[in-house]
C-alpha cells in the first residue's frame, strides 16, 4: 500500500514537470514566433503602471504605516518639525522607511536608523540649530507611543 503511494506520488511529480516544461516551451516558441511582443500573452497590461506600483499592495492596509503617516501630517510638534526638515521630499516615502526603522530589535541601532534616514532626506537642513539625534529620538518617542 505505502509503494503504491509512492509511486502514485512519483507519477503526480512527474506529470507536473512534464506540463511546466510544455508551459516553458511555449513560451519559448512564442519569443521566437512574436518577438519582445510574446509578453503580452502572459501579462494582462503590459503598458500599465505595474512595475511602478510593484510591491504597494503590500504597503496599502498596514495599520502601522497608516499610524505613521497620520502621525507625519499631524500638529504634533515633532511632527511639525519632521515636515520643515524634508522639504518637498515625500511623507510616503518617510512614512514606509520609519515603519521599516521600526522593525529593528536593537534600540541604539533603530535610533541609528532614523538618524540616517532623517540626514539622508533633509535638503536645508540647519545642522547649528537643530540637533539630528534629538529630533530622531523624538522621533522615535512619539513612534512608540502611536504604535
Known sequence: MGNQRETHSYENRIDKFAEALETARQMQQNWLTYGLDFVNFYVEDVDGDWLETWGHDEILGNSQL?????????????????????????????????EECCRIAE?????????????????????????????????????????
Open 66 to 98: 497608516d499610524a505613521i503617516k497620520e502621525f507625519l501630517v499631524s500638529d504634533d510638534h515633532v511632527a511639525v518639525k519632521i515636515r520643515e526638515h524634508l522639504g518637498e521630499r515625500s511623507l510616503f516615502d518617510l512614512a514606509v522607511n520609519l
Open 107 to 147: 534600540v541604539n541601532d533603530r535610533l541609528s536608523a532614523v538618524k540616517n534616514l532623517l540626514a539622508g532626506q533633509g535638503n536645508s537642513f540647519d545642522r547649528d540649530h537643530i540637533d539630528l539625534l534629538d529630533l530622531a529620538d523624538s522621533l522615535l518617542a512619539k513612534l512608540v507611543e502611536i504604535l
